[in-house]
């Protein structure tokens, strides 16, 4: 955890509102592999990282509450009564969201300030949103102790961000933040929301993310669409949801649907088989069989899913000329964002340099490049 950016939260609240805050962080998350499955109530293996958020808060004798943004040093005041969405509110919409959505569980907050501030890359499908929403609900719970459970807390993050925010987001990203294990990644079951942690000996190898830096203006309309590809092709199964569904069974429906929609669902049924067998790999500690697994989930989001886009192809096909890294894809929900690849450790900064270069040199742009390790989920900060 970055001990600079807890003083630096913790100090700016104490100069601003002269009281000793409750400190939490709350990390984002990557995944291993398991895209596009949660809405299908399939299978995703999520593990938080040491990247998220800190909050301080602390009650107000103020009629308000205050929320400041230390990274956009914006603040919002509002009152408890009566939350709306803000029409052109980003950030400001999670922490109201999260408010009204305790609110409705008829728990009583009282007026609190707020201060938070991060280190998560911007844009880089670690769900820093998620990070946010959770520390913001443990937060008031600890200081107001409303009694809920990590569980309840999550389920009101979930809830902030499709009625506040306007996402119909799975649960995996608010899980994931909340329930993370150090070194271990999460096999989350999406439909009982329960999870086994695995924990990965990654030997001399480390993941790290390639931020294509790119967000192409597709994603939202074209997940809503495949939402409705995947629910509409259920229905034509009569199954809950294409988790239920098999090659077989998907067969069946060939010469009723369109080439492009059953290229769709065939990906989903075979990634939801892929996160299974991968957790196999990590429980036999086969870092070969993951990293074939996760090159073969690229393969099915770039040409079943058509998620991706050229600037993470590019940054697929770099990882397959380097024998090195054994695993590559892209991760999120896709047309920008991040890769995520497996690599050994003695190879990194040479394959960081090649991959900056190469990448500057085809779209005059340049890619981040993160390390990120497998950290606890969202909790208070203990300090002295």
Not at 56 to 65: E, Q, V
Request: glycine share 8%.
């Amino acid at each position: 955890m970055n001990t600079a950016l807890i003083n630096t939260i913790k100090n700016s609240f104490i100069a601003k509102f002269q009281i000793e805050p409750v400190m939490v962080f709350s990390p984002g998350r990557i995944n291993i592999i398991g895209e596009h499955t949660d809405y299908n109530d399939g299978f995703v293996f999520p593990a938080a990282v040491n990247k998220g958020i800190v909050i301080a808060i602390g009650k107000s004798d103020s009629s308000i509450s205050t929320a400041f943004a230390f990274d956009k040093q914006e603040t919002i005041a509002f009152s408890l009564k009566n939350i709306k969405p803000l029409a052109q509110g980003s950030w400001q919409n999670y922490i109201l969201g999260v408010v009204a959505e305790i609110q409705n569980r008829s728990k009583i907050v009282g007026n609190f300030n707020i201060l938070f501030g991060g280190n998560i890359p911007s844009g880089a499908g670690m769900s820093s949103s998620a990070a946010l929403e959770n520390s913001v609900v443990f937060g008031l719970n600890e200081i107001f102790n409303l009694g809920l459970s990590k569980h309840d807390m999550i389920l009101i993050s979930q809830k902030a961000e499709h009625n506040y925010v306007g996402v119909k987001c799975g649960i995996m990203d608010q899980y994931a933040s909340m329930f993370g294990i150090e070194n271990n990644a999460l096999l989350l079951d999406c439909r009982t929301v329960k999870s086994k942690p695995f924990e990965i000996d990654f030997k001399n190898h480390e993941l790290i993310l390639i931020n294509t830096n790119v967000k192409h203006s597709l994603s939202d309309s074209a997940y809503n669409d495949r939402r409705s590809v995947c629910e509409s092709i259920a229905g034509m199964l009569n199954v809950k949801a294409l988790r239920d569904a098999t090659e077989y069974d998907l067969e069946s429906i060939k010469d009723k649907v369109t080439d492009e929609n059953y290229q769709k669902a065939l990906y989903v049924i075979q990634e939801n088989d892929r996160v299974i067998k991968a957790s196999k790999a990590i429980e036999n500690r086969d870092l070969k069989a993951l990293g074939s697994l996760i090159y073969a989930s690229h393969d099915g989001l770039q040409n079943q899913y058509k998620v991706s886009c050229k600037e993470l192809d590019f940054l697929v096909e770099q990882a397959k000329l380097n024998s090195h890294v054994l695993g590559a894809r892209m991760m999120g929900g896709g047309f920008g964002g991040c890769t995520i690849n497996l690599i050994a450790k003695t190879e990194t900064e040479s394959f960081k340099s090649q991959v900056s270069e190469s990448y500057k040199n085809k779209f005059n742009l340049n890619c981040s490049i993160y390390s990120v390790e497998l950290s606890n989920g969202t909790g208070l900060i203990k300090y002295n």
